[in-house]
């Protein structure tokens, strides 16, 4: 009989931040699995004291990749704290949703090429290429002249494309460079700089549009769309067909959350039930949909390095690093909803706002499943978040050429506020990699308590005070793996889910996967 | 083929940091992140990014193995660049890197490791340069910036800071292309804090296009209004960055340029002293750099 195999894979990379995975493979598959984040940054210990103005600057720098979504729900926590949420005009709710929607773009085409291509793609094949582009010729010398870094080391075994098609996508991989940045221009434009925007404050933003800023925001990402459209949607196909199994792969807890994103309508102050193009709820079990009620969310310490309470709600949970804890295992606290785990991102963003009725996100889901012939239950997989992303990318920056349009040049973008003395607040609202919520209590015009629990806090959570192992522990068990040297499997797994580490402990970074050494157990 | 290409190897490890700096060198224009990574940089000369854990192809413990055995292969001749402070409290529990032959590394050891035999450190973004935001009051994670871990560990290697919350692309390549044409930056290139004179060596306020608001008094009450951001806590008259004249995201915009105010994110002070950002700094301080307010 085989003996059961440890595999630790730290760093795990091409992840944002710092992250652990693992696993015990027993006859060939995971049997358990465990999930780290290895940083903590203290974030809502260092907010103690401040200018609640300050901590949506503050908070921002949470995450580089995604600090806009940062910025978007410390406004809408302050907005709330200071009761403004209903004030803010329709040009700063707008500007805010494009700042927010050119990071969502920004970080999902940077997340499939940069991050997760590097799994399925093989760059090598462009050391054969005999074509006359350029950036492919320049990889090609590289590759020619024999310092491949930092394209190895790498896992082997598993790349399944022909020659011209790695052309093709390590092309697009080019493009793709481009591209993000270009969502970064458009994201300048009105937010200032990037990453860490300056413009989105308590009350709406303080850039205005004019129409040279409309009109290049517009063509920017009319170049992005066609890129989504031509390249993207497209290669996620590609991948689907070469790598039909990882459909089969990475099935996590099969509850989704999502706090809904993008506000078509600032009339409410309500965050959970006012009108956003993607839908506030839950889905349990791939059935019915089901009200977002935030009083349901809890967060547990028990396998973190905290000492606290166990399912205790965001507003009141603490921050007490304790970094020998026995039993601990990671920076990354576990969020429940209704006690239950759930997985938040693109996937739960999309099948909650599928169950909800949002029509457009069900048409391109009935087609998605009719193209590519799987029923609704394969989305819960590796493919199946690597689909919800694409898809998500393509009705943002659709979405987003509408949205540009409406804005008033020369009518207000920002709403007076006073800081209270005393005062809650809370901002919920999805971000790319799924929902985000902030919480404040505001003392004596200064912040007395912050929290953060962000979406990697949810999908990268350790086992909680019932023991039931996180999303993407779970997404990891019964995985079968093929090569315990290279156990590629896991780590296209771990990045279906686009972790950030930095995001998920506010304070901690989850530590990368360290595949290399075996020890046996 | 091009003639023979000499390798300079870099390695780039984050510490306490939230990854703003890599994604802000990915949208360097000219040289492109593609010209930095793949192609001679300048002629003749490759910078070989082996350990970078964003993008990098590699994982697990053979990526920890590159960091090691560049250290030990290649000593004084690799740049090592650290982005994020370094968390020292509980032995430095509170970042770990990856795990070696069944130890956990941490980012503290890891960095007195690679430091030490560095031909040169590039200190990057404001938590790596002075600390930062995880050094922010009251410091859970006892957070030090790479000037003052090197003290503690009496490490030697040179160091050049490139502070900014993110740093623009061009302040870090710049500096890279420095070290290419001309070797390492001495003290006539650097200010007294280590920084790039060329991209940090005027006050935002000296070249801001609404200086001239200032010296009419023209102030803004909020933050989206025209004239001087100043008395709304613009942190500009405090700050040294090209900024203004540089402009972000290949030239679109900047904060003031949006109508917010400079919160000083390149300075050793950002976050705490010149806390709260949107409140006005005390005239002393202006008078400090010597600045006529009125």
Redesign the interface.
């Known amino acids: 009989m085989k003996m059961a195999t440890k595999i ?11 992250m ?1 995975i693992e696993a015990t493979v027993d006859n060939g598959m995971v049997k358990d699995a465990k999930c780290a984040g ?6 809502e ?2 907010l103690r004291g ?2 609640p ?2 901590a949506q ?2 908070t921002q ?5 995604c ?1 806009a979504i940062h910025g978007t729900a410390a406004a809408l926590n302050l907005d709330s704290a200071f009761e403004i949420a209903d004030k803010v005009p329709d040009n700063g709710r707008i500007l805010r949703n494009l700042v927010l929607g050119s990071n969502y773009l920004q970080s999902h085409i ?1 997340h499939f090429y ?2 997760a291509a ?1 799994d399925f793609v093989d ?1 090598a094949s462009v050391a054969e290429y005999k074509g006359d582009d350029q ?1 492919l010729n ?2 090609k ?2 590759i ?2 024999g ?1 491949l ?7 082997e075994g598993d790349y399944r494309f022909d020659v011209s098609t790695n052309q093709l996508l390590t092309k697009h991989y ?1 493009t793709a ?2 591209m ?2 270009l969502a ?2 458009m ?13 989105v ?1 308590p009350g ?5 549009p004019t129409v040279d800023k409309i009109s ?1 925001f517009f063509w920017r990402l009319n170049r992005i769309r066609k890129f989504i459209d031509d390249a993207y949607i497209p290669d996620v196909i590609a991948v689907a067909q070469a790598y039909p199994d990882n459909w089969k792969i990475g099935e996590g807890p099969g509850n989704f959350l999502s706090y809904g994103a993008f506000d078509l309508d600032g009339k409410s102050s309500d965050y959970a039930t006012r009108k956003r193009l993607f839908l506030q709820g839950a889905v349990e079990q791939m059935s019915s949909f089901k009200v977002l009620d935030t009083d349901k969310i809890t967060e547990s310490v028990k396998h973190s390095w905290y000492t606290g309470d166990d399912a205790v709600h965001p507003s009141v949970g603490e921050t007490l ?1 304790n ?2 804890k026995n039993g601990g295992y990671s ?1 990354i606290r576990s969020p429940r909803y209704e006690g239950k785990v759930y997985e938040v991102g693109p996937l739960a963003r999309w099948v909650v706002s599928y169950f909800g009725g949002q029509p457009e996100v069900k048409e391109a889901i009935d087609s998605l499943m009719k193209t590519a012939g799987i029923e609704l239950k394969w989305m819960n997989s590796v493919l199946g978040r690597h689909a919800a992303r694409a898809l998500d990318a393509k009705l943002v920056a659709d979405s987003m050429a509408k949205w540009v349009l409406e804005l008033k040049t020369g009518e ?3 709403a ?1 506020f006073e800081i209270p003395d005393v005062a809650e607040g809370m901002g919920i609202v999805d971000g790319p990699r799924g929902a985000l919520g902030h919480w404040i209590s505001i003392k004596e015009k200064k912040i007395e308590r912050y929290q953060l629990v962000v979406p990697t806090t949810w999908n990268g959570s350790p086992k909680d005070e019932k023991d039931q192992p996180g999303p993407m522990e779970q997404a990891l068990l019964g995985t079968p793996v093929q090569d315990v040297k290279n156990p590629y499997e896991l ?1 296209r797994i771990a990045r279906s889910f686009d972790p950030c580490l ?1 995001c998920s402990v506010h ?3 989850i ?7 075996m ?1 046996v157990v | 083929m091009s003639a023979k290409v000499a390798e300079y190897p870099a390695l780039w490890i984050a510490g306490a940091a939230c990854s703003g700096c890599s994604v802000s060198l990915l949208n360097a224009i000219n040289p492109s992140i593609q010209n930095v990574l793949i192609d001679p940089v300048l002629p003749g000369k490759h910078v070989s990014l082996r350990f970078h854990a964003t993008v990098m192809a590699g994982q697990g413990e053979p990526v920890i193995k590159v960091l090691k055995e560049t250290a030990k292969g290649k000593p004084k001749e690799y740049i090592l660049i650290i982005d994020g402070s370094i968390p020292t409290a509980e032995d430095g529990l509170f970042c770990r890197l990856g795990e070696f032959e069944g130890e956990e590394v941490t980012m503290k050891d890891m960095a007195a490791e690679l430091s030490k035999d560095a031909l040169a450190v590039l200190a990057v973004g404001t938590c790596a340069a002075f600390g930062g935001i995880p050094s922010g009051a009251p410091n859970p994670t006892g957070a030090l910036s790479v000037m003052e871990f090197f003290k503690t560990e009496g490490i030697h290697t040179p160091l050049i800071n490139i502070p900014g919350c993110p740093p623009h692309p061009d302040w870090m390549t710049g500096t890279i292309a420095q070290i290419l044409l001309n070797g390492i930056p001495g003290t006539d290139d650097l200010d007294e804090k280590l920084r790039p004179k060329a991209f940090f060596g005027a006050l935002i306020h000296e070249n801001c296009p609404r200086r001239a608001y200032f010296d009419a008094g023209q102030f803004a009450k909020n933050p989206s209004d025209p004239g001087c951001l100043y008395e709304i806590g613009c942190k500009g008259p405090y700050t040294y960055a090209d900024c203004p004249t540089r402009q972000w995201n290949n030239g679109v915009n900047w904060c003031i340029g949006a109508g917010a105010q400079c919160i000083g994110c390149v300075e050793p002070d950002f976050q705490d002293k010149y806390a709260p950002m949107f409140k006005k700094i005390d005239e002393q301080g202006l008078e400090k750099f010597k600045i006529k307010t009125r």
């Open positions: 630790t894979i730290d760093p795990i990379t091409r992840i944002e931040g710092h652990k290895t940083l903590f940054r203290g974030f210990i260092i401040r200018d103005r300050d600057r503050i720098r949470v995450c580089g990749v600090p940077l940069h991050l590097l760059v950036e320049a990889l010398d590289f020619v002249r310092e870094a930092p394209f190895v080391p790498r896992y080019l460079l481009e993000r940045r970064h221009e994201l300048s434009l009105f937010g200032g700089k990037m990453p860490h925007n300056a413009s404050v709406g933003i303080t850039e205005r290049g690093p970094a020998r920076w207000p973008v920002c007076a780590v930095a304070t901690v970074n530590k990368g996967t360290k595949l290399g050494a020890r």
